[in-house]
């Protein structure tokens, strides 16, 4: 037994090189039979490896969209890692159908002389009464999958099949030989990966097409091995977005669902491409028209490129903290029913804050005695005021003491459900800085409030649209009045309210009078 060396070549672009290992049995003195004894192997080349990026593309350049119903989409585009290939990987056949033929000395195509067979399990076998038997000569072997098309005197390729083609040029002689095809791949691949905050959506897919002609085939001319470029509009096959079916958590839980791949042609612009959404549901809207601009900062898709395409949704409205402990838009609600509008979200170091929905009605509450004034507008301790012994003089907490005025009231709010949410904390009166917070929610940064007696600009119906949006009842504003919301203080005091002035204005006022209103806060 003897074995040769074979020699590589390619098929221009398309020639993806193969090396032969293959044992073959020569039935008589005149041929060699190919595939017979003669073992057929099919090594693949990993996705990535001839993939031209430069370190400026790898890198996620975000391009946000609005996609309107309260929804945005940021998009960026990555490319995968390359798939590293070791002796084990390389030896690994990819299952499927393959046709193989020959190619004379002068790169024509034998006629009759083709091999067809399928590989599962790593090895190749042979289609029932398919056979090659070429005599002892030098010949240039072809191999390709199904997802090529063969033309006689050419092969092609089109988009949304992952299209293998290998060759290689070896002598035949004796009775056996081993060929081997280093099998690559024609197209590159793109998958999609829809991220989303609280929940995930349901039945969600997608397309990706586009918006200036593309290439749609690559027709190889099998003896010059010419490549002929078709171009056109084209439309990848549906993306269907998976969902993990994770339960709601008091976290903003990110979603991260990735698709399967699907295959495009090398020479696609990907500025030019654009994600369509074909159906699906995600905050209580429908996606089904909305589009996105996709592959931002890549030129084009190389061959053997793998890429992924990252939408990010997001939702421009509030969160809301629920009875069970849990967070999310009030579009995602279900079964839950909310207890607060959420301020700062619980992180796995810090606790999340929430302002209830309502007020409490009775607006005559004393003021509780002081032992010492604090004027800090940073003030975060309404828990500490309200509920720690060692805030208050009389050594009771506050929340226990009925003679504690609108602490005691605060701390015994009632959201109107059954509170099941272990990390749902007691209900308190809010300091200073727990109520700049609440500036946010009418489009106001915290951190411009530095001083009391200002007035403090903000918008009323974002504000009441935050708490009516999930069966609460607005702060109270009236022309003609100024409705004051009583303030703990951590030094035990009760110095501060907040007014909301007739001009819609959020303003602080030092001492509090003694007549005012109370919104509760609680921690998760």
């Given at each position: 037994?003897k074995?040769?060396?074979?020699s590589i070549?390619?098929?221009?672009?398309?020639?993806l090189?193969?090396?032969?290992?293959?044992n073959?049995?020569?039935?008589n003195?005149q041929?060699?039979?190919?595939?017979?004894?003669?073992?057929?192997t099919?090594?693949?080349?990993g996705?990535?490896?001839d993939?031209n990026i430069t370190?400026a593309?790898?890198t996620?350049?975000n391009e946000?969209?609005?996609?309107g119903?309260?929804?945005?989409?940021e998009v960026s585009?990555t490319?995968?890692?390359?798939?590293?290939?070791?002796?084990?990987?390389?030896a690994?056949m990819?299952?499927?159908h393959?046709?193989i033929?020959?190619?004379?000395a002068g790169?024509?195509r034998?006629a009759?002389k083709?091999?067809?067979?399928?590989v599962s399990?790593?090895?190749?076998?042979?289609d029932a009464?398919?056979?090659?038997?070429?005599?002892?000569?030098?010949?240039?072997?072809?191999c390709f999958?199904?997802?090529?098309?063969?033309?006689g005197t050419s092969?092609?390729?089109t988009n949304?099949?992952n299209?293998?083609?290998?060759t290689t040029?070896a002598?035949i002689?004796?009775p056996?030989y081993?060929?081997?095809?280093?099998?690559?791949?024609?197209?590159?691949?793109v998958?999609l990966k829809?991220?989303?905050?609280?929940a995930?959506?349901?039945?969600?897919?997608a397309?990706l097409?586009?918006?200036?002609?593309?290439p749609?085939t690559?027709?190889?001319?099998?003896?010059?091995?010419g490549?002929t470029t078709?171009?056109?509009?084209i439309?990848?096959?549906?993306y269907?977005i998976?969902?993990?079916?994770?339960?709601w958590?008091?976290?903003v839980?990110?979603f991260?669902n990735?698709?399967?791949?699907?295959?495009?042609?090398p020479?696609?612009?990907?500025?030019?491409?654009?994600?369509?959404?074909?159906a699906?549901?995600l905050h209580g809207?429908?996606?089904?028209?909305?589009?996105?601009?996709?592959?931002?900062?890549l030129?084009?898709?190389?061959?053997?490129g793998s890429y992924?395409v990252?939408?990010?949704?997001?939702?421009?409205?509030?969160?809301?903290l629920y009875?069970d402990?849990?967070?999310?838009?009030i579009e995602?609600k279900?079964?839950r029913?909310?207890i607060?509008?959420?301020?700062?979200?619980?992180?796995?170091t810090?606790?999340?804050?929430?302002?209830?929905?309502?007020?409490?009605?009775?607006?005559?509450?004393?003021i509780?005695?002081?032992?010492?004034a604090?004027?800090?507008?940073?003030?975060m301790?309404?828990?500490y005021?309200?509920w720690?012994?060692?805030?208050?003089?009389?050594?009771?907490a506050a929340g226990?003491d009925?003679?504690?005025?609108?602490l005691?009231?605060?701390?015994?709010?009632?959201?109107?459900?059954?509170?099941?949410?272990?990390?749902v904390g007691?209900?308190f009166?809010?300091?200073?800085?727990?109520w700049n917070l609440?500036?946010a929610l009418?489009g106001?940064?915290p951190?411009?409030?530095?001083e009391?007696?200002k007035d403090?600009p903000?918008d009323m119906?974002k504000?009441?649209?935050?708490?009516?949006?999930?069966?609460g009842?607005?702060l109270?504003?009236d022309?003609?009045?100024?409705y004051e919301y009583?303030?703990?203080?951590?030094?035990?005091?009760?110095m501060?309210?907040?007014?909301?002035?007739?001009?819609?204005?959020?303003?602080?006022?030092?001492?509090?009078?003694r007549?005012?209103?109370?919104?509760?806060?609680v921690?998760?």
């Open positions: 037994m074995k040769k060396n074979l070549t390619g098929l221009g672009l398309l020639v090189l193969l090396s032969a290992c293959s073959d049995d020569n039935t003195t041929t060699v039979e190919i595939g017979t004894k003669a073992a057929i099919l090594n693949m080349e996705f990535g490896a993939q370190r593309t790898q996620a350049k946000t969209v609005d996609l119903d309260g929804l945005t989409a585009l490319a995968d890692a390359k798939e590293e290939q070791t002796p084990a990987t390389r690994t990819t299952d499927g393959y046709t033929y020959a190619l004379d790169g024509d034998i009759g083709e091999l067809k067979g399928t399990g790593n090895t190749f076998v042979k009464g398919s056979r090659m038997a070429l005599a002892p000569g030098t010949y240039t072997f072809v999958n199904d997802a090529v098309t063969d033309n092969l092609s390729i949304g099949k299209a293998l083609i290998g040029t002598t002689s004796g056996e081993q060929i081997n095809f280093q099998m690559k791949h024609q197209t590159a691949r998958r829809v991220t989303s905050y609280t995930e959506g349901s039945g969600i897919t397309t097409s586009s918006t200036s002609n593309q749609q690559n027709t190889y001319d099998v003896k010059t091995t490549i078709t171009n056109g509009a439309t990848s096959n549906s269907t998976p969902v993990s079916g994770q339960a958590s008091p976290y839980t990110v991260n990735t698709t399967d791949y699907d295959y495009f042609l020479g696609t612009t990907g500025t030019a491409m654009k994600v369509d959404f074909t699906g549901m809207g429908a996606l089904a028209g909305k589009s996105v601009a996709s592959l931002p900062n030129g084009t898709l190389a061959r053997n992924t990252n939408v990010k949704l997001k939702r421009k409205a509030n969160l809301y009875q402990g849990t967070v999310g838009y995602d279900s079964t029913t909310p607060g509008v959420v301020l700062t979200e619980k992180t796995t810090n606790r999340g804050l929430a302002i209830a929905l309502k007020d409490i009605d009775d607006a005559n509450h004393a509780p005695r002081i032992i010492k604090n004027t800090d507008l940073d003030d301790q309404g828990e005021t309200t720690d012994p060692a805030a208050v003089k009389t050594g009771i226990d009925p003679n504690s005025g609108a005691y009231t605060a701390a015994h709010y009632d959201p109107g459900v059954t509170v099941t949410g272990a990390n007691k209900w009166l809010g300091a200073a800085g727990q609440v500036y009418g106001g940064n951190a411009d409030i530095t009391v007696y403090y903000w119906t504000v009441a649209l935050a708490f009516t949006a999930a069966g009842t607005a109270k504003i022309p003609g009045h100024n009583y303030l703990s203080s951590s030094g035990g005091v009760f501060f309210s907040l007014i909301i002035k007739p001009t819609s204005n959020f303003y602080w006022n030092i001492p509090g009078g007549y005012g209103y109370i919104r509760s806060f921690h998760f």
